[in-house]
């Protein structure tokens, strides 16, 4: 018991690439048995997630070296004070991220099951989307700069195919085209940028390179390179061209999985602003850059989403929309920590505010996307002018529709009031035109899913959809987690913050402490 307790972090991997292999052969038995091992492997990674996260915050920061019987051997003697072995280093900020892949992952894995019913090629599906939960597991974990790049490349591969998976007339495949192009493009800047830092600190390890950074010209190109390559991968503007597509084309579930793997490069970014270049560039500078790519994010989004018919593509300038407030959140707090007329508290107050609003976000956005699965499932149509109605009979999607509603549009008491209410307040504090905008950004999201939900659910029973049926039960099972956790977060956002949030934006500040825990902690 030991040894699987000690070897949780390269479980977390091992489980979802084992179940990806041998689900091809175990399908050869029925497609029971191939559903029983999809959500057999399914529920161990995630509970993996949670047992690593758990240890996290109760004993502190886990650094895992592969290869090695001893935590002692991650240094080897004769390496010279470099870690040469694949390391991850799990902190505080990486166990929040894997809170939320573990939530989301079993739930949309579940949904999956009913949703693919219907369709052929379900061996490849699944395949494919454990690959893509192992890549966004692998991304959030590592502490090394090039592991990061492998595993963004197995995420990156797995979505472009599952965007593609339907087909559609060639419209899937061209959005799965764009998915990949642009992903390949953000992994060769990545790349760029882990080989300038490695030609000057012979290092991949993102803590040895911290420690050594020297901020020569070289640097810089590689921080302008990763900055570039992460902020497009999480979908910011002027970079968010391939979202629409992307989300609006792909099966619900895995839709609601790109965002959590879009959170992933997100939390890349922050990562490599706090802390492998955290002693060295300037956070005010940096910050307000953040902060005005979250401000066009924020109202390009929100002003696109407003005129769309198709409710996936909707969503997903929604979701590019929210993504505005997470930087917003974020910037505001790298640029006020700085600050020497602020105090801290407003800095802290601001990132727990928008790393709150990434968790809400994967949480209520995934819920919304599986509504929009469900229409599509019972009514066949995303088109909201053909839709109208369906709340007669689908009930219970129409009230996990209503709650992830007004939880983007910040409604109380549902989780989005309560990360907006941080992030509103701390912004406020740091510069008041920005608060305004952001809560008229609430507003317009509010004014564009009364719309929808219009659009869907009211008025008579169309004579195509007389006889629709609600959700298939396992679908409503994934939709119902959500959509408690949706609820729990907004009515007990303290609790969440103090044992959750706070921990990950002091984990994510403590520049010295992420560097002393890979150095000087073994």
């Not at 040469?84 to 939320?100: E, K, Q, S, V, Y």
Request: proline residues 4%; glycine residues 10%; hydrophobic residues 55%.
């Amino acid at each position: 018991m030991d040894i699987l307790l000690d070897n949780l972090p390269g479980l977390l991997i091992a489980i979802p690439l084992l179940g990806a292999f041998l689900t091809p052969f175990l399908s050869r038995a029925g497609d029971s048995v191939r559903n029983a091992w999809i959500l057999l492997i399914a529920a161990l990674s995630s509970l993996c997630g949670l047992l690593v996260a758990s240890r996290v915050l109760e004993s502190g920061t886990i650094v895992y070296a592969f290869g090695v019987d001893a935590i002692s051997h991650v240094i080897p003697p004769d390496s010279g004070g470099i870690p040469i072995r694949i390391i991850f280093t799990i902190d505080p900020m990486n166990a929040f991220m894997l809170i939320i892949a573990a939530i989301v992952s079993f739930c949309i894995t579940l949904y999956s099951l009913s949703s693919m019913e219907k369709l052929s090629g379900k061996d490849g599906f699944f395949t494919l989307l454990l690959l893509l939960i192992a890549g966004v597991y692998g991304m959030i974990t590592t502490g090394d700069l090039f592991n990061f790049f492998v595993f963004l490349e197995i995420s990156s591969l797995a979505g472009a195919a599952l965007v593609a998976y339907r087909i559609d007339k060639g419209v899937a495949a061209e959005a799965g085209l764009k998915y990949a192009a642009l992903s390949t493009l953000g992994g060769m800047l990545f790349l760029v940028g882990v080989g300038l830092l490695f030609a000057q600190y012979n290092s991949l390890n993102m803590a040895v390179i911290a420690d050594r950074m020297q901020m020569t010209g070289l640097d810089i190109i590689a921080f302008v390179l990763f900055f570039t390559a992460l902020a497009m991968k999480c979908g910011a503007v002027p970079m968010h061209f391939w979202t629409p597509d992307s989300y609006a084309m792909a099966p619900s579930a895995i839709t609601a999985f790109l965002v959590v793997s879009s959170q992933a490069s997100l939390y890349a970014l922050f990562r490599v602003c706090f802390t492998l270049y955290g002693g060295q560039i300037n956070p005010l500078t940096v910050g307000w850059v953040i902060i005005i790519l979250g401000v066009l994010s924020m109202f390009v989004g929100v002003t696109m989403a407003i005129p769309q018919k198709d409710v996936k593509r909707l969503m997903a300038y929604h979701a590019v929309s929210q993504t505005g407030y997470m930087l917003l959140g974020v910037g505001v707090g790298l640029a006020a920590l700085s600050s020497t007329c602020l105090s801290q508290s407003v800095g802290m107050m601001a990132l727990k505010g928008g790393l709150f609003h990434i968790m809400n976000h994967a949480l209520y956005k995934g819920l919304l996307f599986l509504t929009a699965g469900v229409i599509m499932y019972r009514c066949g149509t995303r088109n909201l002018n053909q839709l109208g109605g369906l709340g007669h009979n689908m009930k219970w999607t129409m009230i996990f529709f209503m709650i992830g509603a007004l939880a983007i549009a910040g409604i109380p008491p549902f989780n989005g009031f309560a990360s907006k209410l941080l992030i509103y307040e701390s912004t406020f504090l740091f510069n008041p035109l920005l608060a305004v905008i952001a809560m008229v950004v609430s507003i317009l999201t509010l004014a564009s899913f009364v719309k929808v939900f219009h659009s869907m659910f009211m008025g008579p029973k169309l004579p195509e959809y007389q006889d629709v049926e609600e959700a298939p039960k396992p679908m409503l099972i994934a939709m119902g987690i959500l959509a408690i956790l949706v609820i729990l977060f907004g009515i007990f956002p303290q609790q969440v913050v103090d044992t959750l949030v706070a921990p990950a934006a002091s984990a994510l500040v403590d520049y010295n402490g992420y560097i002393a825990s890979v150095l000087g902690g073994v």
